[in-house]
């Protein structure tokens, strides 16, 4: 029987250690799909920068997106995620959110996040329906920007995963997630300090790294206490 956790290689640096994870403050019920929606049309996202900013330009180089889809399932909200193939010279094996970098031709961030999503999984570009945007996080090392797009879909097609980019179409429902024995952190020591950096374990899989964060912002946005 697989047990959660995947084969992913975990680069942790020699100085990393496990954390009691603070769990997301969601109730099973609050995962609707019409709150999730509401809240995160009303998120003000900002911008993160991982790594050391110290000394490094301010002006942001390759800009890329990725596209946060969510429907209605027999499990209640689900999201489309990817497993990335072994054989990739990067992220071989990780699980992430269709999605990379923007093109010349695309008009803006969100076509980007449209066109990927066509060309990994085969989904049809009129069907996500956007409703806003997560927390945009600026990688330390190439001073890249990552923006990740919520959408919602009211309807599912029947996707094809292109074999060069995906080994798998993974559909998680977002309950899976808050589960006590799914989610925990660690903390690693990377370039003279401590960062807290988060982990999903699936059946088969463990979501960790850009795409773990995108996945807290998204579930913190939800479960934020409701403001007037």
Same mark, same amino acid.
């Given at each position: 029987?697989?047990?959660?956790?995947?084969?992913?290689?975990?680069?942790?640096?020699?100085?990393?250690?496990?954390?009691?994870?603070?769990?997301?403050?969601?109730?099973?019920?609050?995962?609707?799909?019409?709150?999730?929606?509401?809240?995160?049309?009303?998120?003000?996202?900002?911008?993160?920068?991982?790594?050391?900013?110290?000394?490094? /330009? =301010?002006? $942001? %180089?390759?800009?890329?997106?990725?596209?946060? !889809?969510?429907?209605? &399932?027999?499990?209640? #909200?689900?999201?489309?995620?990817?497993?990335?193939?072994?054989?990739?010279?990067?992220?071989?094996?990780?699980?992430?959110?269709?999605?990379?970098?923007?093109?010349?031709?695309?008009?803006?961030?969100?076509?980007?996040?449209?066109?990927?999503?066509?060309?990994?999984?085969?989904?049809?570009?009129?069907? /996500? =329906?956007? $409703? %806003?945007?997560?927390?945009?996080?600026?990688? !330390?090392?190439?001073? &890249?920007?990552?923006? #990740?797009?919520?959408?919602?879909?009211?309807?599912?097609?029947?996707?094809?995963?292109?074999?060069?980019?995906?080994?798998?179409?993974?559909?998680?429902?977002?309950?899976?997630?808050?589960?006590?024995?799914?989610?925990?952190?660690?903390?690693?020591?990377?370039?003279?300090?401590?960062?807290?950096?988060?982990?999903?374990?699936?059946?088969?899989?463990?979501?960790?790294?850009?795409?773990?964060?995108?996945?807290?912002?998204?579930?913190?946005?939800?479960?934020?206490?409701?403001?007037?």
């Amino acid at each position: 029987m697989v047990g959660r956790g995947g084969p992913q290689v975990i680069p942790r640096p020699e100085q990393w250690r496990s954390v009691e994870p603070v769990g997301h403050d969601i109730a099973e019920r609050s995962l609707a799909l019409d709150r999730i929606e509401e809240r995160v049309r009303k998120y003000q996202a900002s911008e993160i920068v991982r790594g050391p900013a110290v000394d490094r /330009p =301010r002006v $942001v %180089g390759r800009k890329s997106a990725v596209l946060v !889809g969510l429907y209605e &399932s027999a499990d209640g #909200p689900c999201t489309i995620l990817t497993r990335r193939p072994l054989h990739m010279r990067k992220h071989a094996g990780e699980v992430a959110f269709p999605g990379g970098a923007h093109d010349e031709d695309d008009e803006t961030l969100w076509h980007t996040a449209l066109r990927e999503a066509h060309e990994e999984i085969d989904l049809d570009p009129r069907v /996500p =329906r956007y $409703v %806003g945007e997560l927390d945009r996080f600026v990688t !330390g090392a190439s001073f &890249s920007l990552v923006q #990740p797009h919520v959408a919602v879909m009211d309807t599912v097609p029947p996707l094809t995963r292109s074999p060069d980019e995906v080994d798998e179409i993974l559909h998680v429902p977002l309950a899976e997630l808050i589960r006590p024995d799914v989610f925990r952190q660690e903390d690693w020591f990377w370039e003279g300090m401590w960062r807290r950096m988060h982990f999903y374990d699936l059946i088969g899989d463990t979501i960790w790294g850009a795409t773990a964060l995108m996945l807290h912002n998204l579930l913190e946005v939800v479960g934020a206490p409701e403001t007037e």
